[in-house]
């Protein structure tokens, strides 16, 4: 690097010189532009080759991968679990809500238009964890893509998750998501039952 330096040249004038056993940057020479070629080719010819081949680096460019890869992972995975499970067994668990789901009155029925079951939800959920999350990030969103296609072209404009789950998004503005069918009978008969007479009605 040295040696380079000192041979360095531009119209005849050196760039460095020798001071005390020291190569320093000649002060007769005051083009700016000059040093920045220097150093310009230094980099891309010499330093950048040095630290690409040194093993040192390598292996902190591995580990550094790795360990975002694993970050971006965990944090996915945690905030998934979060939002898409945790709250819809426990806080929206009619409908299976997430919080979008909440905000736009929208749930999960099965197709006897009942709740969706905890066991069938636990399944769907992590059909979406590997499928719609960790094989879209890995596989450029192809499957997001073919479950946008679906919901075009399907007959019942079904996702692909829907598809495999069996179950449908409806509208539950003016509409109750029930349990299971107990409960909706129930439901029935006391609609059929009710009467201002036995004050099920609160007059205004």
């Not at 093993?55 to 965990?74: C, H, Q, S």
């Not at 979406?128 to 075009?152: A, D, G, K, R």
């Not at 129930?186 to 609160?202: G, M, P, V, Y």
């Amino acid at each position: 690097y040295n040696n380079r330096r000192l041979v360095a040249l531009d119209n005849g004038v050196h760039l460095f010189v020798l001071n005390a056993d020291k190569v320093i940057e000649n002060p007769s020479y005051n083009n700016d532009e000059g040093w920045y070629q220097f150093y310009k080719v230094e980099y891309e010819d010499y330093a950048y080759g040095y630290l690409i081949n040194n093993p040192k680096f390598g292996d902190l460019t591995r580990f550094t991968f790795i360990t975002a890869l694993i970050e971006v992972v965990a944090s996915l995975t945690m905030s998934s679990i979060i939002f898409l499970l945790i709250l819809p067994l426990t806080c929206f668990k009619r409908g299976r809500q997430t919080i979008g789901m909440k905000v736009q009155n929208i749930a999960l029925i099965n197709v006897k238009a009942i709740n969706l079951s905890t066991g069938v939800y636990v399944g769907r959920f992590f059909f979406i964890l590997f499928i719609f999350i960790y094989l879209n990030f890995f596989s450029f969103l192809i499957p997001s893509l073919v479950s946008i296609t679906m919901l075009f072209f399907s007959k019942t404009s079904s996702s692909l998750v829907n598809y495999v789950f069996n179950d449908y998004v409806v509208d539950v503005t003016n509409q109750k998501i029930y349990y299971t069918f107990l409960e909706l009978d129930e439901a029935k008969i006391t609609l059929q039952n009710a009467s201002i007479e036995n004050k099920d009605f609160i007059l205004k």
